[in-house]
């Protein structure tokens, strides 16, 4: 696997009284072992499969039509967890990779909270039989389409995972034009959400706008990057935030903050508290950071 050989024995220098280095390498290891459970199960389950598979048509590109909004729900479920498997695995992966010696406390506890929970992700969708009778290109080739027919009928979760760009757009269907009715889809879904008071919606405009954490590819530009409305959608965050997501919010804002004028600041600082108190007033507090697609037991 990506990054096995990089995190062994390493040298790590941090303070021992705030983030326990055994327990760092504890959770290394639990990562390691799951991803490569998983991929001996995905390589039995291919070997299984054999030319008797019949994949989905990948071609098609239509939106799927559904009797209601349940069934629609169910079937965006099935490709978004086989979707997230994916992810979480190479994403996994490629933490494992990272050197932990110059990392700060703070972002050494960051670090690990992330891997624990792709762990506990990955173990969850596992569990689940995630891909069951679906190889990931099918997915990726049928999670837009479906999650728009969801979405269509009603299903907020399904608008919110079509928003976060849960996965890049397919070969052949990420020509110009399926990329402006993507964007044209998402912030249609995206003004909704925030006018509705769902938090799912804010945290992708965190990943939408603004050069800190900004997706550098076809879906960060949903609006175009600038510092302004990373930190806007941020500081919306952090109104709601508390723990360590309130720490992490406020690391984020000074860094943004450190590049724009008191005056533009103080103007976001209004936009902010326009939109919570207009949309969020009553909302629960955030301890993390909201998922767009979450994986629950009803589904995303």
Not at 18 to 25: D, E, V
Not at 61 to 74: I, K
Not at 228 to 236: A, D, F, H, T, V
């Amino acid at each position: 696997m990506r990054g096995e050989g990089n995190c062994k024995n390493e040298a790590v220098d941090y303070d021992v009284d705030k983030i326990s280095a055994r327990h760092l390498l504890d959770v290394r290891s639990a990562v390691k072992a799951v991803l490569f459970t998983t991929l001996v199960f995905a390589v039995g389950e291919s070997n299984a499969r054999g030319r008797d598979h019949d994949p989905l048509d990948a071609a098609t590109t239509e939106v799927p039509f559904f009797a209601d909004v349940s069934a629609a729900h169910r079937r965006a479920t099935e490709l978004v967890d086989c979707v997230q498997l994916d992810t979480a695995k190479k994403d996994a992966e490629f933490r494992l990779s990272w050197t932990t010696q110059r990392m700060s406390v703070r972002d050494l506890e960051r670090h690990e909270r992330v891997l624990e929970g792709l762990k506990a992700m990955i173990e969850k969708l596992e569990a689940e039989q995630a891909c069951a009778g679906l190889t990931v290109e099918e997915a990726n080739s049928h999670v837009y389409p479906t999650l728009l027919a969801a979405a269509n009928l009603g299903d907020a979760s399904a608008a919110a995972c079509y928003a976060s760009a849960v996965a890049p757009l397919p070969k052949g269907q990420n020509s110009r034009e399926d990329i402006q009715a993507f964007r044209t889809n998402a912030n249609a879904f995206v003004k909704n959400g925030i006018d509705n008071g769902d938090w799912r919606f804010v945290e992708i405009m965190t990943q939408a706008t603004g050069k800190l954490g900004h997706r550098y590819d076809w879906f960060g530009h949903l609006e175009p990057p600038t510092r302004e409305q990373g930190y806007r959608y941020r500081k919306l965050l952090r109104l709601a935030a508390t723990g360590n997501l309130a720490n992490d919010l406020d690391d984020e804002l000074s860094l943004l903050g450190a590049h724009l004028s008191p005056e533009v600041v103080q103007a976001m600082n209004r936009q902010a508290q326009n939109d919570f108190d207009a949309h969020f007033r009553n909302s629960r507090r955030l301890t993390e950071r909201p998922r767009a697609c979450e994986v629950d037991a009803g589904g995303f």
